[in-house]
């Protein structure tokens, strides 16, 4: 029920209605409708989190780029630095 | 970056799983509240690849498997008796009631629609004037949002023939309920990544410094779970207990302000009754005075007395971490999602499901 996804905004309009503001999303190619009022800074080509047709967060690129580095880095350093592994203790 | 295959990564995997290896020293039990954190860990393989030492606790996090049966009775008798447009998320269509589930009531003519947004709900009351529209608005805070604004839509127009069914349940008053229940050893959580988009970070903190315990916002996807996963096994291996977001490209600290706005002026919170675990104080969301016109219980009646239910299932004792799925005398037998006996079997987010669609069993019990 809590399954949301990341999708790019495609489409926007700008309306004064507060609980409508329709727009679309591309999920790998499928564009569905969604109502953007919860995400009024949304823009075309942002990644937003889509949860039951409402856009609820946007998803920041330099936050997912941050968490891949480091996690790629910490592998690479366990390369340099084998520790003993104590799979099967 | 499309922000999916990045985020199942083999090489990181293995990293992490190197990490968590190398790291954990004792036995831990963590758990993850969300069904659909279930669901990953099982539908990727990820509970077999962890060291022995930790064992993840699959929790409540299914908002189907915990709406009360009488929640379906009723559901099923505005279809039948009331012969309302019954709209519900596709999930909860064949979770048993007593008597009958509403996959059952659509096939002796109830009107059942299912539908992918609640804004759909409302579109459907629009066009059909002559008829009463009601939506079962099943869920956790992510959910709460969506379906409060559907009833903000249908109030600002003044539409009189839309209404829901709410079963809306909070996390934070059952991760307190399962650390208050001596039977249940938990050591530390993986929570929701996004209930908490929503409800930002804050309701977190008093629960970590009540029962010292780690909890880390974690995603979904598998570098997610595992990096999740290895950052409350870091704590617990040097004794610290701190609220960390593993999810930060997506969980904002504060969460949706305008969402938890919206969610706080349309519902209110009281104790509320969960399937299988039994009541919990100020865990759900009912409809605010203002919106009482919304309420299906005050417009078609309320619920019939906690309606019976003795079908065998454990779901409870699986919810709280007392038994593993499989552990379940009618797992896989008297109970599979073709006849489910509950509604763990059932869901997406049922960890009986995840059970018994990916692996059967346990390999490590």
Known sequence: MCLAI??????????????????????????????????????????????????????????ALETLRYLKEMGELDELNPEPDRQGD | MKYLSEFRDEEIVRTLLGKIRKCVMKPWNIME????????????????????????????????????????DKAVELALEHN?????????????????????ARAMGGDIRILYSP????????????????????????????NALSVEQAYREKLSNYSI????????????????????????????????????????????EKWKMPIVVTGFEPVDLLEGIYMVVSQLESGEYRLENQYRRVVKIDGNQRAVHLVNSVFEYRDREWRGIGEIP????????????YDATLK?????????????????????????PH??????????????????????????????????QDSKE
């Not at chain 2, 447009?85 to 509403?102: A, E, F, H, K, Q």
């Not at chain 2, 019939?304 to 065998?312: A, H, I, N, Q, T």
């Not at chain 2, 896989?332 to 059967?360: F, H, Q, R």
């Open chain 2, 165 to 208: 069914l709410s079963s809306h349940v909070l996390v934070p008053p059952a991760m307190e309920a399962i650390m208050s229940d001596s039977e249940t050893k938990v050591d530390g959580f993986l929570a929701a990544g996004h209930v908490c988009t929503v409800t930002g970070l804050s309701e977190y903190v008093p629960l970590v």
């Open chain 1, 6 to 63: 990341p999708g790019k905004v495609v489409e926007l309009q700008h309306t004064d209605d507060q609980t409508n503001r329709p727009g679309k999303v591309s999920f790998g190619g499928i564009i569905r409708e969604v109502n953007f009022c919860f995400l009024p800074k949304a823009a075309v080509d942002d990644y937003v989190l889509v949860h039951v047709g409402v856009a609820l967060s946007k998803v920041e690129e330099l936050e």
């Open chain 2, 33 to 72: 509240v969300c069904g659909g954190q279930t669901h990953g860990l099982v539908r990727h393989g990820l509970l077999q690849m962890l060291p022995e030492q930790v064992r993840m606790i699959h929790g409540p996090g299914c908002p189907v498997c915990v709406t009360p049966i009488s929640l379906i």
């Open chain 2, 300 to 324: 078609f009646g309320p619920l019939k007395e906690r309606s019976y239910e003795d079908s065998g299932c454990l779901s409870g004792d699986v919810m709280k971490g007392k038994i593993k």
């Open chain 2, 84 to 104: 309302v447009i019954l709209c519900s998320y596709g999930d909860m269509l064949r979770v048993p009631g007593s008597t009958i589930s509403l996959q059952q």
């Open chain 2, 282 to 293: 100020m865990s759900g969301l009912f409809l605010a005075q203002k919106y009482s016109d």
């Open chain 2, 327 to 360: 552990e379940c005398p009618n797992f896989g037998d008297g109970c599979t999602p073709v006849n489910p006996l509950g509604a763990p079997m059932v869901s997406n987010e049922g960890a009986c499901a995840a059970y018994y669609n990916y692996v059967a």
């Open chain 2, 119 to 146: 804004l759909e709900a409302v579109s459907i009351a629009r066009q059909n004037p002559e008829r009463e529209v009601v939506f079962f608005a099943v869920g956790f805070e992510t959910t709460a949002p969506p």
